[in-house]
């Protein structure tokens, strides 16, 4: 273990060889606090060649390596785990924009640079990179890439998938595969581009990226608007989409347990709406500088839900600081939800027509399995994406912790028997690795194995994530 030690620290320089357990601690837990892991090192390489040197030196011991971004991932994928066996590889030194192409609609980047980064960057090149994440602040787009991530910009331009052209990845044996091409077309075989997006750090190390940019859209619209249930929702999403037409890129819900933790826990949160709702939804149009009108379409649209019966009530924003403040509403509940106590994530997709009908039948049958449980429940349900979290009854964490199987069992089995899925955006990491592979047909779970053994037959690349072990 001293000679793959000295390895690291030749490739690296020793200051990037992090050993002493208060350097490491916080590489090995997640940002949940459910998974604790232990490392025999965090190396902190700056460039793709060392990136290379590590995972090479790694293979030869066969040493595991455990690729970490900002580690703010939700499903435990970019920790180690307990057996204290494995190099975290970080690729927070890695932050270079390495070229904006405005006319090509192209940014070329290190797999470091973190996201809210890659948005500037292509801000000031009076250009739009569109994905959002409530973790924009600290998540890489490495880390966006390996789980593909969604957020709140995928109803209008797609999970991460479709925001990338091209990737350079160092494989498992530390040869680079450099494909940053950025082609629009390119159809000569396999797409391995695709292959990597959403392998969660198992297939190999991403080191860079070619990003698409969008014309920028400095004029935004938004409402935060009190909804009956979630069918009204739905029939709200409905209204929007005809009255917004491209312009639409954001429609988020939220029940009002949500809001109360954000109203009880986040500094300045204020309640918009003068009377409570069950549920909220968080409207947004955003056009060119010339697209005029966009304020005139969003009073238009709301006034026909109104009219409806499909929305009781709605503020919008005059202001930027009152887009700001309802953004908040939305994008604080992740964070509250930890502030409140013990939690428990299910990030689910469901077919949008079934959405309201699983979501009446869910909360009663949650209660009989533990009585008093609080779902959060809130997300992208333009994408058919709820975040269908729960709380514990108040005070009793340790009851939370103690039926969580259960629990997640019977959500888990409502969304495969509604042709759903259990990862919307978070990925399968090491929580969901072994219950996806359950609700998978055998030939799906081959095929990923079959994928796995082709690219990394010495399984170093992220054990124990994403495939479990046959
Ligand atoms: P990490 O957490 O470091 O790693 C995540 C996974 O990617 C791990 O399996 C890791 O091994 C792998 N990995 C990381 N970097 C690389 C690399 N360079 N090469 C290969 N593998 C790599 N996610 C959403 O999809 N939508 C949301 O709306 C959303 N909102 C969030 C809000 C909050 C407050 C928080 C804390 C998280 C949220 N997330 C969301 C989850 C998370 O931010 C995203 O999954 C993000 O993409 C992770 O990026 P990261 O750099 O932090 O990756
Ligand atoms: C979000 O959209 O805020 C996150 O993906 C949800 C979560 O933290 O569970
Ligand atoms: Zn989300």
């Not at 009585?371 to 009793?396: E, F, S």
């Not at 994928?451 to 690349?461: I, R, S, Y």
């Amino acid at each position: 273990m001293t000679e793959l030690l000295d390895q690291l620290r030749t490739a690296v320089g020793d200051a990037h060889v992090l050993t002493e357990p208060a350097d490491v601690a916080a590489y090995v837990v997640d940002w949940t606090g459910t998974h604790q892991g232990r490392a025999l090192a965090v190396v902190r390489p700056g460039s793709t060649a060392e990136v290379a040197a590590v995972v090479r030196a790694c293979a030869e011991s066969r040493t595991p390596v455990v690729p970490q971004g900002g580690n703010t991932g939700l499903v435990g994928g970019g920790v180690p785990d307990a057996s204290g066996t494995a190099v975290v590889l970080s690729l927070g030194r890695m932050r270079s924009v390495r070229e904006v192409d405005p006319v090509a609609g192209t940014i070329t980047v290190d797999a470091g640079v973190v996201l809210a980064d890659v948005q500037a960057a292509a801000e000031r090149a009076g250009r739009l990179f569109p994905m959002s994440l409530g973790s924009e602040g600290s998540c890489t787009i490495g880390g966006n890439l390996a789980t593909n991530a969604g957020g709140t910009a995928v109803l209008r331009y797609g999970m991460t998938r479709e925001l990338v052209l091209g990737l350079e990845v160092v494989l498992p044996d530390g040869r680079v595969w450099d494909g940053l091409r950025g082609l629009r077309k390119d159809n000569t075989g396999y797409d391995l581009t695709q292959l990597f997006v959403g392998s969660e750090g198992t297939l190999g190390v991403i080191t860079g990226a070619v990003l698409r940019l969008f014309p920028a859209t400095p004029r935004h619209a938004t409402a935060w608007v009190a909804v009956p249930s979630v069918a009204a929702a739905v029939s709200l999403l409905g209204t929007a989409q005809q009255h917004g037409g491209v312009h639409l890129s954001t429609f988020e819900i939220a029940n009002r347990q949500a809001i109360e933790l954000v109203l009880a826990h986040l500094p300045g949160a204020v309640d918009p709406l003068a009377a409570p709702s069950e549920w909220y939804v968080l409207v947004e149009l955003a056009g060119s500088a010339s697209d005029e009108g966009l304020d005139e379409t969003l009073e238009s649209l709301l006034g026909d839900a109104v009219e409806a019966g499909t929305a009781t009530d709605a503020a919008i924003a005059g202001s930027p600081a009152q887009r700001d403040a309802l953004w908040a509403l939305r994008e604080g509940i992740s964070e509250v939800q930890k502030v409140e106590g013990a939690t428990l994530k299910h990030d689910v997709t469901l077919p949008i027509a079934d959405l309201a009908d699983w979501t009446e039948a869910m909360g009663p049958r949650l209660q009989e399995v533990l009585p008093g449980v609080r779902p959060v429940t809130y997300g992208h349900v333009g994408d058919g994406n709820l975040h269908y979290n729960l709380n514990a009854p108040v005070g009793r964490d340790d009851d939370l912790r103690a039926a969580a199987g259960d629990l997640t069992t019977a959500i888990y089995d409502a969304v495969a028997a509604a042709q759903g899925s259990i990862s919307a955006e978070h990925g399968l990491g090491r929580t969901k690795a072994a219950a996806a592979a359950s609700y998978k047909s055998d030939v799906e779970v081959d095929l990923m194995r079959a994928v796995k053994q082709a690219l990394d037959p010495a399984g170093l690349m992220n054990p124990g994530a994403v495939v479990p072990p046959a």
